[in-house]
Nanobody
């Protein structure tokens, strides 16, 4: 049973940085793609970034390119999302997700989800 546990959310001022983590367990992740999504109040969940566990190929939402970096630590089975230059529009619950084989930007493309961690950016 694959389990994903996020951590590292919090409150930060605009322009600041935050790193959220996703600890994965219960699976063999070498063929998985890990994704970060976010959901702001009253809005649909949206894709933020994804990384393939094997090759480290990445994909980003246009509005976070150059500010956010997704990475993985195979030894710790952990995926990170480093967020720099945060703006109030980045405020949301951030979710980690996993799928087998191939990158997807669709919520429906991911089978496993974490419980989410709140990121709040004050102006």
């Amino acid at each position: 049973q694959v389990q994903l546990v996020e951590s590292g959310g919090g409150l930060v001022q605009a322009g600041g940085s935050l790193r959220v983590s996703c600890a994965a367990s219960g699976g063999t992740f070498s063929t998985y793609t890990m994704g970060w999504f976010r959901q702001a109040p009253g809005k649909q969940r949206e894709f933020v970034a994804a990384i393939t566990w094997s090759s480290g190929s990445t994909l980003y939402k246009d509005s976070v390119k150059g500010r956010f970096t997704i990475s993985r630590d195979s030894a710790k089975n952990t995926v990170y999302l480093q967020m720099n230059g945060l703006i109030p529009e980045d405020t949301a619950v951030y979710y980690c997700a996993a799928r087998q084989i191939g990158i997807s930007t669709l919520v429906s493309g991911y089978k496993y989800w974490g419980q989410g961690t709140q990121v709040t950016v004050s102006s």
